[in-house]
């Protein structure tokens, strides 16, 4: 493949996609709406290089999809486009609505239309490739990982919405033949992610030597995996996956998330030391729950390393430390985002 329509590649997981697919040689055309996740200070590095080109708009508008794919003729679209924030979803499921379901159903369309006008070697090697999330399982009990068979039962309106796009991306496959795969991803972190999610929220409370707020008990459980080992993964479904399918994507490293801001606690300690000498730890504060908190996450990425030998490459530990890293040689990059709207307000994990 040479060139891949991306859409939401200004976000968390979708930038570090494209800056690893523009390192790797890949000509990547990229639409992102820029609503407040969207950060194009991420994609700094790529202004000069004539292998991204940038295009602003909803995945929702048509006209401008069609003519981007006519124009540019990508051999694959990656659709990472979504509102993706629960609590932001239990205060206004409709925008979640309007991007997950509306917004992929056009997409879908326009992908659909394009690849029918496609000779057929060009159809036969085209792909539309839908990332998704573990949250569409439901949540699971003390035991156990979600499959790709599990049932579906989403328990937000976030995870609602993402489940109601995965089904369209099926039906496509099945009823219009549309070359389709899906990957279903536990809990991201890393690089460029926006500091309402917890690691980077937490990350930058403690450095601050702020209190630093844990939902209910803090014992609810997810599986992290570093962004570039996701990246990694739809990169190697993108090439050999097979058409219609789904494939898991884990990073094999379930944490409870009280255990998960204690590990950065300690990692900044050893680090920089608060002025007045106090374990950053001592700095939790346990907040009232969010409304219908899934308790646990677990993701069996089995079929991923049998059919197509995916293996995460960070451990948690590994990962962890890069990202803390990461975050304090990157204050301005935070400081940038801090400038807009947001306020560090905990909104989840």
Wanted: aromatic share 8%; glycine share 8%.
């Amino acid at each position: 493949m040479e060139t891949l329509l991306v859409t939401g590649g200004a976000g968390f997981i979708g930038a570090n996609f494209v800056l690893q697919a523009v390192a790797d040689g890949l000509r990547v055309v990229n639409l992102d709406k820029l609503t407040y996740a969207g950060n194009l200070d991420t994609l700094a590095s790529l202004q000069a290089s004539d292998r991204h080109l940038f295009a602003h708009g909803d995945i929702g508008n048509r006209a401008l999809v069609a003519g981007l794919l006519a124009e540019h003729r990508p051999q694959a679209i990656v659709n990472f486009a979504a509102e993706s924030h629960v609590d932001r979803s239990i205060d206004g499921p409709a925008a979640f609505i309007e991007t997950n379901v509306v917004g992929t159903l056009g997409l879908l369309e326009c992908a659909r239309d394009y690849w029918y006008d496609l000779d057929s070697q060009a159809r036969e090697a085209f792909r539309f490739l839908h990332v998704s999330t573990d949250e569409v399982y439901g949540s699971l009990g003390t035991e156990g990982q979600f499959t790709e068979t599990t049932p579906y039962a989403p328990n937000s309106p976030y995870s609602a919405s993402k489940a109601a796009s995965d089904h369209l991306v099926r039906a496509f496959h099945h009823t219009y033949g549309l070359p389709t795969l899906t990957t279903n991803c536990s809990n991201n972190y890393g690089p460029y992610q926006f500091p309402e999610k917890l690691i980077p929220l937490v990350i930058q409370k403690a450095l601050a030597g702020e209190q630093v707020p844990v939902y209910g008990d803090g014992l609810n459980v997810r599986d992290w995996v570093h962004v570039s080992d996701h990246c990694s993964a739809i990169r190697r479904v993108l090439e050999a996956g097979r058409v219609g399918e789904t494939y898991n994507v884990g990073g094999n490293a379930e944490r409870e998330n009280l255990m998960v801001v204690k590990t950065i606690c300690a990692l900044l300690d050893a680090r920089r030391q608060l002025a007045n000498g106090r374990p950053r730890e001592s700095l939790i504060s346990f907040v009232r729950d969010r409304p219908g908190h899934d308790r646990r996450y677990a993701i069996d990425a089995g079929k991923l390393k049998r059919e197509l030998g995916w293996v995460p490459r960070q451990t948690f530990e590994s990962g962890m430390a890069h990202t803390v890293d990461w975050y304090l040689a990157n204050q301005l990059w935070v400081q940038r985002v801090l400038d807009g709207s947001y306020r560090m307000e905990r909104l989840g994990s």
